[in-house]
T-cell receptor
Framework: ELKVEQNPLFLSMQEGKNYTIYCNYSTTSDRLYWYRQDPGKSLESLFVLLSNGAVKQEGRLMASLDTKARLSTLHITAAVHDLSATYFCAVDRWWDSNYQLIWGAGTKLIIKP | NAGVTQTPKFQVLKTGQSMTLQCAQDMNHEYMSWYRQDPGMGLRLIHYSVGAGITDQGEVPNGYNVSRSTTEDFPLRLLSAAPSQTSVYFC????????????????FGPGTRLTVL
């Protein structure tokens, strides 16, 4: 069974600090997705990582993928309050002619001014 | 493009009532799915479709039906609402690509907040 585990599930941090969210998955996949959800809002796509060693950056967020370790990280640099949100990772699951995205439980990030 | 649209935005039902949540996309995506999200929780897949005329069950299908008669529309029917179905419902869609360099980024609708009394 394909599982996606995120840690931590909850993170409270001060502005200006750096931190990393981890996303482990249990089977081979070379596509990993990061999404952001603001409180009371829908999900929006942040990054799509397509291969081993892929790195994507936008502003203070940087995501990377290590397919051999089955691990993706989302690194936050010099956090600001506007980055407070819940972050989800997800991986593709294909079988026969079927498809699903398998989701992590989400990491709720609170950044205090 | 409107993207993924959902109606209604809010709904209150009484136990036993039925209703249909509407979802439509204008991106010609093959794949559509319904999730529910309970407070402080992640996403749970209810039903999904890999193309018009094809639907399948996800993780929590009981109490829900879907149909996919067109590529654009994927309605979710609650057959007999129960308080346990109080949740936020998200519809999402994506292409279905398989191959090097391809990916299936899902686009989400704004959600329907459902309360069952």
């Amino acid at each position: 069974e394909l599982k996606v585990e995120q840690n931590p599930l909850f993170l409270s941090m001060q502005e200006g600090k750096n931190y990393t969210i981890y996303c482990n998955y249990s089977t081979t996949s070379d596509r990993l997705y990061w999404y952001r959800q603001d409180p009371g809002k829908s999900l929006e796509s942040l990054f799509v990582l397509l291969s081993n060693g892929a790195v994507k950056q936008e502003g203070r967020l940087m995501a990377s993928l290590d397919t051999k370790a089955r691990l993706s990280t989302l690194h936050i640099t010099a956090a600001v309050h506007d980055l407070s949100a819940t972050y989800f990772c997800a991986v593709d699951r294909w079988w026969d002619s079927n498809y699903q995205l398998i989701w992590g439980a989400g990491t709720k990030l609170i950044i205090k001014p | 493009n409107a993207g993924v649209t959902q109606t209604p935005k809010f709904q209150v039902l009484k136990t036993g009532q039925s209703m249909t949540l509407q979802c439509a996309q204008d991106m010609n995506h093959e794949y559509m799915s319904w999730y529910r999200q309970d407070p402080g929780m992640g996403l749970r897949l209810i039903h999904y479709s890999v193309g018009a005329g094809i639907t399948d069950q996800g993780e929590v299908p009981n109490g829900y039906n879907v149909s996919r008669s067109t590529t654009e529309d994927f309605p979710l029917r609650l057959l007999s609402a129960a308080p346990s179905q109080t949740s936020v419902y998200f519809c999402a869609s994506s292409y279905l690509f398989l191959g090097d360099g391809s990916y299936n980024e899902q686009f989400f609708g704004p959600g329907t907040r459902l309360t069952v009394l």
